[in-house]
């Protein structure tokens, strides 16, 4: 009995969630008439590949190093290149100028006076070079602009597995519990944040022609308060991964308790005991020599979301095929448009540990034994998934920017 009963919990809440991603799935492969390209330049990348590694060194020194083997790395052809370079707030025409003085005065063996002259011009094309050699540094944020798909494996790989910190307001925790309801409002073309706006700014003008200031600027102020992003991204609209776990959480059927702590039903998981191999005890039947099995009575579970980079997770077919749709999308000319993957689980934090060791049942009541608690969580997450407990969401994420993508399958 205890199994049918846990073959239809679990069946219910995937079946839930696979409803809400075939419909999502259709807007994922739409190719909107609208598009985002930027209008391409070429000038200031040919002349910092056209002078060479060797002159961009004599020019701006270690950062001349950098912008080269980054600048040959990346591909000219993608609609948002002159989003990274944009980023260094270059000028352009004295950057080239001054390539090509280095140039005369490599001709000429003007060495003794180039890097003095280099030091100086250098703040004035880059006038915030700290800035500029972080953005080359922290390669995470334009991973998509990189021509070959192996450097963007190498980067995505260097990614690590972090527990998600609901550590938020209170009220703000109890405004997106109350308020979000599904994750689907995030749909790619929807209009969540447009009606949000709408909502609220109708709201303080009732206030306003009431001459409640003080309350319209609260209201105005919770725009910003609960995460409203207007932009979006290809159709794709922005979450943070905090609304997102939160949010995921509500839609698996968590409390939200008085203290403001997100708990999860030890319910959820029936027919599977984590903790002690065997969900089942035996307690004495109606008669003195009679045994019945009954399922094991469970504390409830504290919440704790992760997020995984997608390199860490086996991917299933359909998953596979919306990123591979992502990383040659049609109106960014066949071109990767996001940076990152990030799979958002709605697992639950314990430390299941004796002595610093780290350990979990499987599904066969076998005990799994492992070096870090993280190890542990990701092997307890991946189970959860593959026996459709829990259902992760897929995040892609660019310049360090969140967007919602679907659900898990």
Request: hydrophobic share 40%; charged share 25%.
């Amino acid at each position: 009995m205890a199994e049918k009963l846990v073959a239809f919990r679990t069946s219910a809440l995937a079946e839930k969630l696979s409803e809400i991603q075939n419909r999502i799935n259709s807007k994922i492969f739409e190719v909107s008439d609208r598009v985002d390209n930027q209008i391409k330049s070429y000038n200031f990348i040919e002349e910092i590949l056209a002078y060479g590694e060797h002159i961009c060194e004599l020019a701006l020194a270690d950062f001349g190093i950098r912008l080269h083997d980054v600048a040959k790395d990346l591909d000219f052809d993608h609609p948002e290149i002159n989003h990274f370079f944009s980023s260094f707030m270059i000028d352009d025409r004295k950057l080239i100028q001054f390539l090509k003085l280095c140039s005369l005065a490599e001709t000429n063996n003007l060495t003794d006076l180039m890097p003095i002259f280099s030091k100086c011009m250098t703040k004035s094309i880059f006038p915030d070079i700290k800035t500029s050699l972080h953005i080359l540094k922290n390669q995470q944020q334009f991973i998509r602009l990189f021509k070959n798909k192996e450097d963007r494996t190498r980067l995505r790989s260097s990614k690590t597995v972090r527990p998600i910190e609901l550590s938020v307001s209170a009220k703000k925790l109890s405004g997106i519990w109350d308020n979000v309801t599904s994750l689907e409002v995030y749909t790619r073309f929807g209009n969540y944040y447009k009606d949000q706006i709408e909502k609220v700014t109708k709201r303080a003008d009732v206030y306003k022609q009431l001459r409640l200031e003080s309350m319209c600027a609260e209201i105005l102020g919770s725009i910003q308060e609960f995460g409203v992003f207007e932009e979006s991204y290809y159709g794709f609209q922005r979450i943070s991964i905090t609304i997102a776990a939160i949010v995921l959480a509500k839609m698996h059927n968590y409390t939200l308790d008085l203290s403001q702590c997100i708990k999860v039903p030890s319910s959820n998981f029936a027919g599977y005991d984590f903790i002690e191999g065997q969900p089942l005890c035996f307690v004495p039947g109606a008669t003195s020599n009679s045994w019945t099995a009954v399922q094991k009575n469970q504390s409830d579970f504290t919440y704790m979301p992760m997020a995984y980079p997608l390199h860490t997770l086996e991917m299933p077919s359909r998953i596979n095929k919306i990123v591979a749709h992502l990383e040659a999308f049609p109106e960014a000319d066949g071109k990767p448009i996001f940076d990152q993957f990030i799979v958002v689980v709605p697992g639950i934090g314990h430390t299941w540990d004796v002595d610093g060791k780290f350990w979990i049942f499987d599904t066969f009541g076998k005990k799994q034994h492992f070096p870090f608690l993280i190890n542990a969580k990701l092997a307890l997450d991946t189970i959860l998934i593959k026996e459709k407990y829990i259902t992760p969401v897929l995040l892609g994420e660019k310049d360090g920017k969140i967007y919602f993508i679907g659900f898990w399958e």
